[in-house]
């Protein structure tokens, strides 16, 4: 198995898609020697740019992560798309035309593009596309663009280990850009006006300004905003320029490594905090479960002690949990 982990990632940095592909289905599925596997990655990882893109449903995200690829191509660099799936009933649409759009780049190697099921996993879904972003990113691919379905709190914590944020409107939501997930807003360092051909795009511009007008960044950063009409391809150097303007400004005041620090400390937490809860997990079962919540609703046991108990066993090493 250690020889296996070695050769795959092996070919992995050497280029091979389906290394990558295979490194991919074992992190995201947790099959045995996921962790190993990332161990052995994380060292390679912490080159690519992060993108993160996200906006309402239909909102034209992946025709603008497919336009930006395309652009970024040009300039020799090599890509990775994660498309996360919603988990609203759009999923079956967004697939379908995911797959249609992103078949434009099938034969160049240079981008590639993986999607990903929800599968209501339990709030694990921002620590697997994190995971699965880590694999790409040591790959070696320049940039990693991940499109989620700005919907929830998953998407809002999947975006927030991005280095960079793009929001995507279109006109004619009209006053929703206030009411709009006020996460969502706050993550933007840069909004996108998509669907430009369509009235109302400066009222949403307006919308955006007079929010801004009402509270500062702590990094002293204005979101910029960029109009485009991707389906037509229609702003997207804006955009690469806009987005280039961000991570200059990042460079020049040491942000980025902060930011970075700062996604860890959030990242590290709901790491332990996933560990601890497996491990908890697999010392109950579900009929233990069901025996102690009974206890519990007939004040026969008190759910404080119990939690410090499973807690303190749920860290012992194995070994000292034979001995209890
Ligand atoms: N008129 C117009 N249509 C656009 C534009 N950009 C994208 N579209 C269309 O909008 C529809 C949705 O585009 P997608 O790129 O699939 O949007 P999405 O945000 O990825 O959608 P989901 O992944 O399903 O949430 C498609 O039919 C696009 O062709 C645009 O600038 N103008
Ligand atoms: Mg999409």
């Given at each position: 198995l250690a020889y296996d982990f070695a050769r795959t990632v092996e070919s992995l940095r050497a280029?091979d898609?389906r290394a990558?592909?295979r490194a991919?289905?074992i992190?995201?599925?947790?099959a045995p020697g996921w962790s190993d596997l990332l161990k052995a990655l994380?060292?390679h990882?912490?080159?690519?740019?992060?993108?993160?893109?996200?906006?309402?449903?239909?909102?034209?995200?992946?025709?603008?992560?497919?336009?930006?690829?395309?652009?970024?191509?040009?300039?020799?660099?090599?890509?990775?798309?994660?498309?996360?799936?919603?988990?609203?009933?759009?999923?079956?649409?967004?697939?379908?035309?995911?797959?249609?759009?992103?078949?434009?780049?099938?034969?160049?190697?240079?981008?590639?593009?993986?999607?990903?099921?929800?599968?209501?996993?339990?709030?694990?879904?921002?620590?697997?596309?994190?995971?699965?972003?880590?694999?790409?990113?040591?790959?070696?691919?320049?940039?990693?663009?991940?499109?989620?379905?700005?919907?929830?709190?998953?998407?809002?914590?999947?975006?927030?280990?991005?280095?960079?944020?793009?929001?995507?409107?279109?006109?004619?939501?009209?006053?929703?850009?206030?009411?709009?997930?006020?996460?969502?807003?706050?993550?933007?360092?840069?909004?996108?006006?998509?669907?430009?051909?369509?009235?109302?795009?400066?009222?949403?511009?307006?919308?955006?300004?007079?929010?801004?007008?009402?509270?500062?960044?702590?990094?002293?950063?204005?979101?910029?905003?960029?109009?485009?009409?991707?389906?037509?391809?229609?702003?997207?150097?804006?955009?690469?320029?806009?987005?280039?303007?961000?991570?200059?400004?990042?460079?020049?005041?040491?942000?980025?490594?902060?930011?970075?620090?700062?996604?860890?400390?959030?990242?590290?937490?709901?790491?332990?905090?996933?560990?601890?809860?497996?491990?908890?997990?697999?010392?109950?079962?579900?009929?233990?479960?069901?025996?102690?919540?009974?206890?519990?609703?007939?004040?026969?046991?008190?759910?404080?002690?119990?939690?410090?108990?499973?807690?303190?066993?749920?860290?012992?090493?194995?070994?000292?949990?034979?001995?209890?």
């Amino acid at each position: 198995l250690a020889y296996d982990f070695a050769r795959t990632v092996e070919s992995l940095r050497a280029g091979d898609p389906r290394a990558l592909s295979r490194a991919i289905s074992i992190v995201e599925n947790r099959a045995p020697g996921w962790s190993d596997l990332l161990k052995a990655l994380f060292p390679h990882a912490g080159h690519a740019r992060i993108l993160g893109l996200t906006g309402a449903p239909g909102a034209g995200k992946s025709t603008l992560v497919d336009q930006l690829a395309r652009h970024y191509r040009k300039q020799q660099n090599t890509i990775g798309i994660i498309a996360v799936d919603p988990s609203s009933p759009y999923t079956g649409g967004a697939i379908l035309g995911d797959r249609i759009r992103m078949q434009n780049h099938h034969a160049d190697a240079g981008i590639y593009i993986r999607s990903m099921a929800t599968r209501g996993s339990l709030g694990g879904l921002a620590r697997t596309t994190a995971d699965v972003a880590t694999v790409i990113d040591a790959s070696g691919r320049d940039l990693v663009m991940i499109e989620t379905v700005g919907v929830g709190q998953d998407e809002i914590d999947i975006v927030r280990l991005a280095d960079i944020t793009v929001v995507i409107l279109v006109p004619g939501m009209g006053d929703d850009v206030q009411t709009i997930k006020a996460g969502i807003m706050e993550i933007a360092d840069i909004f996108v006006i998509n669907k430009c051909d369509r009235d109302g795009a400066d009222h949403v511009e307006r919308e955006i300004r007079a929010m801004q007008s009402l509270a500062t960044r702590a990094d002293g950063w204005t979101p910029s905003i960029v109009k485009t009409v991707a389906s037509e391809g229609r702003g997207i150097a804006e955009l690469a320029t806009a987005i280039a303007a961000y991570e200059a400004y990042l460079k020049t005041a040491n942000l980025a490594e902060k930011r970075t620090i700062h996604n860890w400390q959030q990242r590290l937490i709901e790491m332990i905090r996933d560990a601890m809860l497996d491990r908890a997990r697999a010392q109950l079962t579900g009929q233990q479960l069901e025996t102690y919540a009974a206890e519990i609703a007939a004040h026969r046991r008190d759910p404080y002690s119990l939690v410090e108990e499973i807690v303190t066993t749920a860290v012992l090493p194995p070994a000292s949990k034979n001995n209890l």
